[in-house]
């Protein structure tokens, strides 16, 4: 079943938010924007709502699931690098409803790098 799955997921141009408390309450739970990855395990950041840009690691990060109706990226697995359009969320099955092109597949959102 992960057969495809990667220990890395950044990906540039996606949202992220900042999970890790070491940086102080300021950027705790901020939301940014991955500029550049570097060394597949980290990623230069730009905060969505300020001008102030961080090099983080990706345990320091997480994505960030967007609203229905909304575009999706793949970040892992075997549909890493395809964009989407997110149908629907089923929050306690941990799973949503994405249509990528013109094929409508159920993924799985328990790994919250989906």
């Known amino acids: 079943m992960f057969l495809f799955r990667k220990d890395h997921w950044l990906t540039e141009g996606i949202i992220v938010k900042i999970v890790t408390k070491s940086l102080g309450d300021k950027f705790f739970k901020r939301k940014a924007v991955v500029e550049r990855v ?10 969505v709502d300020d ?39 089923d929050v306690e099955g941990y799973c949503c409803d994405v249509e990528v092109k013109y094929t409508f597949m159920s993924v799985s959102i328990a790994d919250k790098h989906v």
Do not use: C, W
């Open 38 to 47: 570097v060394d597949k395990y980290a990623a230069h950041v730009k905060l």
């Open 51 to 89: 001008n102030v840009k961080l090099k983080l690691d990706q345990n320091h990060l997480e994505t960030v699931i967007p609203s229905t109706g909304r575009l999706v990226k793949f970040v892992n697995g075997a549909y890493n690098g395809q964009t989407g359009v997110l149908k629907m969320i």
